[in-house]
């Protein structure tokens, strides 16, 4: 199985900030990679797919970057609605498998 | 626009088996481009891929390896749904469960999820 690792594990932001969070693949995925949102009590939310396109509807302050097994997830300008846990999911190959997950907290 | 309802038991007891139904409604179970994924989450594994079942001419059917010897997916083309079935179930498999959409099989992602069913193994 390819693991996904995540850092860092939480972040302490506040609004206005830029946020970075990296995922790293166990081995090259070229850019199969996703990105979703979770908030407490809710599914998941896809905000990026296929490492830098932006699903519909997710606002453009949020953007990704990366291929192979190094990948990073941007948020410009936090705002209140994006403090929230971030995912990664490699979409290359069976069994699909997610990152440990960040938790984007408020400073 | 594409929504999930699941269904199904909050409390299984050990060795029996977990069941939970995902209907689907913007979209069809018989889509030729789609993928119906089931996906859990705890605190001890996060976010874990269980399978999918997808129909092109036939239904084709991919599970994890870790729950591949007691899970089965199936495709309710009649009701437009798919369910779950877990068996064996042991306190580990307490987690939400959550349906998901892969929308185009070659994506392999997950744009459309269920609410979540909280389901706990305890007698």
């Known amino acids: 199985d390819i693991q996904m690792t995540q850092s860092p594990s939480s972040v302490s932001a506040s609004v206005g900030d830029r946020v970075t969070i990296t995922c790293r693949a166990s081995q090259g995925i070229s850019i199969s990679l996703a990105w979703y949102q979770q908030k407490p009590g809710k599914a998941p939310n896809l905000l990026i797919y296929?490492?830098?396109t932006l699903q519909t509807g997710v606002p453009s302050r949020f953007s990704g970057s990366g291929s192979g097994t190094d990948f990073t997830l941007t948020i410009n300008s936090l705002q209140p609605e994006d403090f929230a846990t971030y995912y990664c999911?490699?979409?290359?190959?069976?069994?699909?498998?997610f990152g440990g997950g960040t938790k984007v907290e408020i400073k | 626009q594409v929504q999930l309802q699941q269904s199904g038991p909050g409390l299984v007891k050990p060795s029996q088996t977990l069941s939970l139904t995902c209907a689907i409604s913007g979209d069809s179970v018989s889509s030729n481009g789609a993928a119906w994924n089931w996906i859990r989450q705890s605190p001890s594994r996060g976010l874990e891929w269980l399978g999918r079942?997808?129909?092109?001419?036939?239904?084709?059917?991919d599970y994890a390896v870790s729950v591949k010897s007691r899970i089965t997916i199936n495709p309710d083309a009649s009701k437009n749904q798919f369910s779950l079935q877990l068996n064996s179930v042991t306190p580990e498999d307490t987690a939400v469960y959550f349906c998901a959409r892969d929308p185009e099989y070659a994506l392999s992602i997950f744009d459309s999820w269920g609410q979540g069913t909280l389901v706990t193994v305890s007698s």
């Open positions: 999911q490699q979409a290359n190959s069976l069994p699909f498998t």
């Open positions: 079942t997808y129909y092109r001419s036939n239904w084709y059917y």
């Open positions: 296929t490492a830098s």
